[in-house]
């Protein structure tokens, strides 16, 4: 007993001498927001990194008219040496566990981003639930540089911009790191990334005039996706094109779309469920591609002189908008199939989960087997639930 007392007392005399090893004070950090990668001339890497300024960013009255956030950008053969660079400017130990987004130049892109995400995998202090967009005909460095109204933090206002889009505009996705590296190391799908582009100047776009009006002239807006073949950027899709991978793929939830109407006027209708269903088929050695789209949507606005209480009225626009999708579905199917050579959708994952033994054939090089295939066959069933609030069309004073 005696002896249970003694190494006791002894582990508490140890108590106070517990610390926390590696401790780093808030005020020592310098937390990255927002990161921005580019390629330089003689294949070197231009980093830039949105650190936050949290006196300026969170003052409420007092405001010394400083900017929200700084940058830092460093040159280096490799991605770790320009973040090492850095050190000689920044006056706070540089801290990643918090970055908002990662925006990689077009030019890099094009050129291939392995590195990159060899770099971040690797690094301890990035986590992976980041979204990555690529920067269309620009620099990663000069997107960072624009300040934004709303969200003080730049960063933090493309993130959520990114999410909301995703949401209620079906031409954007919001794809994340884990995910874009899941798509870099499958054979049976190349990965896609939502481009944004600058509006306007990036050097006014980072001074503080250019909040101080109702109308920005200088900011940053999302626009189609960009197509990888493995780590390599190959080509853009239009907004349409864009818009029709999302809803084969059942993404676009809330997403509105137009029909026509046979007096030429448009409904437009929203998205309320979508479920995609990718199909193969081998016929001897032969292969056939399916895709399935059922889809459940609201009327929100209608333009046509229609009798929207009648059933006819109803099954004929479901009709219209089959229609619709089917092309707009097509012309991407279209574009990525035969002038892209990439397989977008996945549809080498079906085939290997259903056909494996066939799949050895053609896992090495799938796209060029993909783009050779006859068109995908779809099946779109579309159905009306709700009309509004208002059933009858309102028509103007003048109509007869």
Known sequence: MFRLIKMALALSLLIPLVGCWGRLELSDMAITMGLGIDLADGDKYIVSIQVVDAGEASAQKGSL????????????????????????SSPRTIFNSHLRVLIIGEKLARHGISEVLDFISRDRQFRTDFPVVIAKNDKAGNALKILTPIESIPAIQLMRALEYSEKHWAPTIAIHFDELIQGLIAKGRQPVVTGVVMIG???????????????????????????????????????????????????????????????????????????????????????????????????????????????????????????????????????????????????????????????????NDWDTHFAELPPVELNIKVKIRLLGTVTNVLESEGSE
């Open 65 to 88: 008219g400083r900017s929200p956030v700084v940058l830092y950008s460093a040159k280096g053969k490799t991605i770790a040496e320009a973040m090492q660079r850095m050190t000689t």
């Open 201 to 363: 100047s990036s050097e006014e776009g980072s001074r503080r005039s250019n909040l101080q009006t109702t109308s920005p002239k200088n900011r940053l807006r999302f626009t189609g996706l960009s197509v990888f073949h493995r780590d390599r950027l190959i080509g853009w899709l239009t907004e349409e094109e864009s818009r029709g991978f999302n809803i084969a793929m059942g993404k676009a939830y809330k997403g509105t779309g137009n029909v026509e109407c046979s007096d030429g006027n448009e409904v437009s209708l929203e998205v309320q469920e979508s479920k995609s269903k990718l199909k193969s088929k081998l016929k001897g050695d032969n292969l056939v591609l399916g895709l399935d789209l059922k889809i459940e949507a609201n009327v929100e606005e209608v333009a046509c002189k229609l009798p929207m209480t009648k059933d006819e009225t109803i099954s004929d626009l479901e009709k219209r908008t089959e229609d619709t999708l089917k092309e707009i579905i097509n012309k991407t199917l279209n574009r990525v199939q035969h002038d892209l050579k990439a397989d977008i959708f996945g549809f080498g994952d079906e085939v290997h989960r259903k056909y494996p033994k066939y799949w050895k054939k053609l896992s």
